[in-house]
């Protein structure tokens, strides 16, 4: 969308300047003539591209447009307008062919360039090499990470072609698997491979995700552990990042899961997600966790008793634990709950 146009005149000179653009990317300066027929003593265009790709475009399309219409210019100037327009025309194709490659991608349009660093700049060029066949990977097969303006993507590449992973294309061309018990291998969800500082993923959602347990199983208690640890590690992340849909995915698949899991752990898991949700746990959810105080399992009796909120048995059982205990328990999700109460 182009921005409104302002128009500036000189008291002193009479000069006038127009300003339109994206954040006046494009100024128009010029000076009335006072005693001729001819309109204007002379016209001077600057043009600095300001904005992302989809506003550089909308900006230069706009000017050529206005360098195109039937106004001519002086014939001293004819030549200077004409290169003008033909590197603007150049900028124009290499602007679309840029926008084209981004969607490709999957890379929103609203990159900006001047966010860029030049490492950044030199990857992104590098994957457009790639997806022209104008640089060949080696080894065919690569997962390849890159940060952009501080956001990160990641893409799958086979020969040259690139698939960006938080999109329906990924499931398209690659499955996920682990071996059970038996050795015997289980398709799982293929976007749960990448679960931390998914905040910073544009193409992150929680319906690709749901969407990829579709053709999956996950009612066998093996896999559903295999999803718990996932859904372990998306509290970690919602800690850290407080992204809410990190949570709302994280509360999705453990009612999935939940049935398959040992009790004990369903009950505190969904507590504590409960718990974050809300800030506070209904009747219900303190009165499942209640027997669980009694458990056999140290780290379950104390995480009761954080999802309880009784500090003085916190404490008492956070000294109670081993110094390996203490060490892994602060690798749960769990421990950010209980820092306040043994702090």
């Known amino acids: 969308m182009q921005s409104r146009s302002k128009i500036y005149t000189s008291k002193k000179t009479g000069q006038k300047e127009l300003l339109f653009g994206y954040k006046d990317s494009i100024k128009i300066s010029w000076t009335p003539k006072q005693k001729s027929n001819v309109l ?57 062919a840029i926008i084209e490659d981004l969607k490709v991608l999957n890379i929103p349009i609203s990159l900006n360039p001047d966010d860029l660093t030049n490492d950044e700049i030199k990857n992104l060029n590098n994957l457009q090499r790639v997806l022209h066949n104008e640089l060949f990977v080696k080894p065919l097969d690569q997962h390849v990470n890159i940060t952009l303006a501080g956001k990160k993507y990641d893409f799958f590449i086979h020969k040259n072609r690139i698939i960006n992973y938080f999109t329906p294309e990924f499931s398209k061309h690659y499955i996920m698997q682990i071996d059970d018990e038996k050795g015997d291998p289980t398709i799982i969800n293929p976007y749960i491979s990448i679960y931390e500082n998914l ?4 193409n992150f959602s929680i319906d690709l995700v749901i969407k990829g347990f579709e053709d999956t199983l996950y009612d066998n208690p093996e896999i559903a552990n295999y999803y718990n640890q996932y859904v372990l590690t998306l509290l970690l992340d919602f800690d850290r990042s ?4 990190i949570l709302f995915l994280a509360d999705i698949i453990l009612k999935k899961i939940e049935n398959n899991l040992p009790k004990e752990i369903a009950t505190i898991n969904s507590a504590q997600i409960k ?3 809300s800030g506070t746990l209904g009747l219900s959810a303190l009165k499942s966790l209640i027997p669980l105080t009694d458990s056999k399992d140290q780290l379950i009796q104390f995480a009761s008793f954080v999802l309880l909120e009784q500090k003085e048995e916190v404490l008492k059982k956070w000294h109670n634990l081993s110094p390996d ?19």
Do not use: C
């Open 40 to 96: 204007l003593e002379k016209v001077q265009i600057h043009f600095t591209p300001r904005g992302d790709f989809s506003q550089r475009l909308a900006d230069v399309n706009f000017l050529l447009e206005y360098l195109r219409t039937p106004t001519k210019p002086t014939s001293k100037e004819v030549e200077k307008w004409n290169s003008f327009i033909d590197a603007l025309t150049q900028q124009e194709a290499r602007l679309r």
């Open 199 to 202: 905040e910073q993923y544009p």
């Open 242 to 245: 407080g992204e809410a849909k």
């Open 275 to 277: 718990k974050r949700l």
């Open 325 to 343: 205990q203490q060490t892994k328990m602060k690798e749960w999700p769990i421990f950010y709950l209980a820092a306040p109460m043994i702090s």
